[in-house]
Nanobody, 122 residues
Framework: QVQLVESGGGLVQAGGSLRLSCAAS????????VGWFRQAPGKEREVVAA????????YYTSSVKGRFTISRDNAKDTVYLQMNNLKPEDTAVYYC???????????????WGQGTQVTVSS
């Protein structure tokens, strides 16, 4: 089993920054993908970014390219999502998730964190 714990959400004004953390514990494999997803009220869950271990391949959805950066600290089994120049439309519950293959499809992710709220005020 794998456990994922997110932290770092909060309330920020438009143009501000937040850094989300996703700490993994348990029986993580040597190769896996960690993805960040978000779900706003009344909307479907969407992928935001993903990173592969090993290799470091990354993926960003178009709306966050140039503003968000996903990174990993292998020694700490932690993945970060640095979010800059936040916009009100970034408001959502953010989830991290872990999948065995390289994928950005939510259904492929077997393990999910509990989510952290990000609210961006205008």
């Amino acid at each position: 089993q794998v456990q994922l714990v997110e932290s770092g959400g909060g309330l920020v004004q438009a143009g501000g920054s937040l850094r989300l953390s996703c700490a993994a514990s348990g029986r993580t494999a040597t190769a896996y993908t960690v993805g960040w997803f978000r779900q706003a009220p009344g909307k479907e869950r969407e992928v935001v970014a993903a990173v592969r271990r090993p290799g470091g391949n990354t993926y960003y959805t178009s709306s966050v390219k140039g503003r968000f950066t996903i990174s990993r600290d292998n020694a700490k089994d932690t993945v970060y999502l640095q979010m800059n120049n936040l916009k009100p439309e970034d408001t959502a519950v953010y989830y991290c998730a872990l999948a065995a293959p390289w994928t950005v499809v939510a259904d492929d992710y077997a393990y999910w964190g509990q989510g952290t709220q990000v609210t961006v005020s205008s």
